[in-house]
Each structure stands twice: as structure tokens, then as C-alpha cells.
């Protein structure tokens, strides 16, 4: 799939609506958050009405989405903030941001880059996950702050928003955590990810399932009960007992049994 725009899926006419659209997505689907928001709006369009509601009188607004108890709490509480401290304007700057009542660092990164253009970029599952996939990260990129933090060094400033955006959709739609649509990936030709699946051994033939469970390259050891051992990306793989080769085989299918790194979040 090739995004020419990328841009989030939200729906929301300003920054106030961004910010709640973006609360409630935490933990939940865009497009169920886009069910319920227009709803949501129609009643409590801005943070002033938002600040003047109960937690109570939002939740049946949001029940359907997770956490609904801790989200209504948190939209009236950041309402009352953004009005008493922030002149009822939500503030532009990621620092201002994480002080409202639910915004964590990935909202108040979101906020700030798609309402007011700050330069940022924030990392969530997807952007994670198709980072790591496609070698966009080194592979000791092992949480989102090193993810941000390389992709920044990697990535002109200018880009930031937009990648954050291309991941996710990428991630959304193709790269997906389960089962990743590589044929006809657009960036299959630079994905680390496919082509270590691409360099996986190739089914053996004449294999004898009555011999046991497993087979490896040599064709002459079978075996039932194979050994573990971890390889040089620090996966589990498993093992030839008698000569320790890792290139194992089903012997019913025929298929192999070595994995490739994953980033299945
Ligand atoms: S080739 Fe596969 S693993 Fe790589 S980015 Fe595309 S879908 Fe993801």
C-alpha cells in the first residue's frame, strides 16, 4: 500500500477535539473513537462546556471505548485545566501538554505536531513494531525512546510529522503485527524483516515423518525431542541434537522451523 497523504484518521474540526480524540485513542481503535466522538461533540464541543460537565455526565458519551471511567475523569479534568491555567486554549508545547489530566508524552507529542505543527515524533505500537521490521532502528532499539531517538538522527526535522503518520497507516493497513502483508509491500525491496524470511532454507524433500518429529540439512539425523539454542539475534531456535544445526525441518510439512525477529506489539 503507497499513502500519498499521510495524516491521522481522527476526526476533529481543532485543537481541543484533537486532544480528546486523542485521549480516548489511547488503548482503542481510531475508528472506534470516531464513532463516538461526533456524539461527544455535539454536547461538549470545547473545553469550556467539557470544564463545566461531571465525569458522570461524559461517561455515557465514551462508554463504549476502553478505560470509559478513567477517560471521562481525565477530559474534565484537562478541560478544567485548560481553562483555568491555559486562558482555554490548549497549549502548543509538548512540555505544557503532558501536564494536562491524561496526556501522556504520545498524546502531547500527537497534539502538539498535528494542531500546531511542532517538530516531533512520537512512537507508538505501530511506529515501534515497522521500525524494528524494516531496519529503520538498530536492534538494540529496544523501547520507544530509542525508537524516537534514532529515527530522529535518522529522518530531516522537517519529516517528523509525516513519518509518524506513514508508520502508523503502514503498520495500520500492511505491516500489521499478526501477519504482515509482504507481497506487494511497497517497501519490501529494504525490509530487513522480509528478507531474512526470504533467506530461510526452502522445504527439504524426501523427508520420512515415521522417522521423527524433526530433520535437519543433513538429511541423516531425526529426531523427536529437538535442543534449543538461542541465535545471534537472541531468538529461540531449534536445534539438531546430534550435530546442533539450526537448519531444522518439520518432517510432516516439510517447512522450517527457524524464526525470524519479531516485533509482534
Ligand atoms: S515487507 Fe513485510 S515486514 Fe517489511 S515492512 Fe513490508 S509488510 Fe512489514
Not at 464541543?45 to 470509559?68: C, H, L, N, W
Request: proline share 7%; hydrophobic share 35%; glycine share 6%.
Amino acid at each position: 500500500m503507497v499513502i500519498p497523504a499521510p495524516e491521522t484518521e481522527l476526526t476533529y474540526t481543532d485543537s481541543w477535539q484533537l486532544l480528546v480524540a486523542v485521549v480516548l485513542s489511547a488503548q482503542c481503535t481510531d475508528a472506534r473513537v470516531n464513532q463516538i466522538t461526533p456524539a461527544l461533540f455535539e454536547r461538549f464541543p470545547d473545553a469550556a462546556s467539557t470544564a463545566k460537565s461531571t465525569p458522570e455526565e461524559v461517561f455515557p458519551f465514551i462508554r463504549s471505548i476502553s478505560y470509559p471511567n478513567n477517560k471521562s475523569k481525565h477530559l474534565v479534568g484537562a478541560a478544567q485545566m485548560v481553562m483555568s491555567d491555559f486562558g482555554g486554549r490548549v497549549p502548543e508545547t509538548v512540555d505544557e501538554i503532558v501536564k494536562l489530566p491524561g496526556a501522556g508524552r504520545k498524546t502531547a507529542q500527537v497534539v502538539a505536531s498535528v494542531a500546531f505543527g511542532v517538530p516531533t515524533l512520537a512512537v507508538d505500537t505501530h511506529v515501534f513494531r515497522v521500525a524494528n521490521r524494516i531496519g529503520l532502528v538498530s536492534p538494540d532499539a529496544i523501547t520507544p525512546e530509542k525508537v524516537e531517538r534514532q529515527l530522529k538522527r535518522l529522518l530531516p526535522e522537517s519529516t517528523w510529522g509525516e513519518a509518524h503518520h506513514l508508520l502508523i497507516l503502514h503498520g495500520r493497513y500492511t505491516c500489521t503485527a499478526r501477519s504482515p502483508s509482504c507481497e506487494g509491500c511497497a517497501a519490501a525491496h529494504c525490509c530487513h524483516y522480509k528478507s531474512n524470511l526470504d533467506q530461510l532454507p526452502a522445504p527439504e524433500e524426501s523427508l520420512d515423518p515415521k522417522r521423527g518429529r524433526y530433520y535437519c540439512k543433513t538429511r541423516k539425523h531425526y529426531f523427536e525431542e529437538p535442543d534449543l539454542i538461542t541465535d545471534r539475534a537472541g531468538i529461540e531456535q531449534i536445534s539438531c541434537p546430534r550435530c546442533g544445526s539450526m537448519n531444522v525441518f518439520h518432517s510432516k510439512s516439510g517447512l522450517t522451523t527457524r524464526r525470524v525477529k519479531d516485533f509482534r506489539v
